[in-house]
């Protein structure tokens, strides 16, 4: 176990879920961009509530996830923290309203 650790294919942590201490909004959201995408991306990553960062194909260029204490924080976080990176030209929220599954299972054969 110890050299899949040192060999970073896996890692052992904690999963909390935000519910029990008291993050009460969490969100998707989809970000359409123009200039220099990794910029933008280095910029969200640096969000201390965007817990999760993906580049993709399709209808938006990243899409990212967001944990928040309420609705409050995320207009904060998103009027404040996202829209004013340069080269954000549009983003679309998907809020949650009820985790129906997750599971960290998917590299088990």
Known sequence: ???????????????????????????????????????????LAAIAEVDYLVFTSGSFDLLFEVVCEDDEHLLTILNEKVRSIPGVRAAETFMYLRLHKQTYAWGTR
């Open 1 to 43: 176990m110890q050299r899949l650790i040192d060999d970073n294919v896996v890692q052992i942590v904690a999963v909390t879920d935000p519910l029990t201490v008291g993050f009460n909004r969490q969100a998707m959201v989809g970000v359409k961009t123009e200039g220099d995408i990794n910029a933008i991306a280095d910029a």
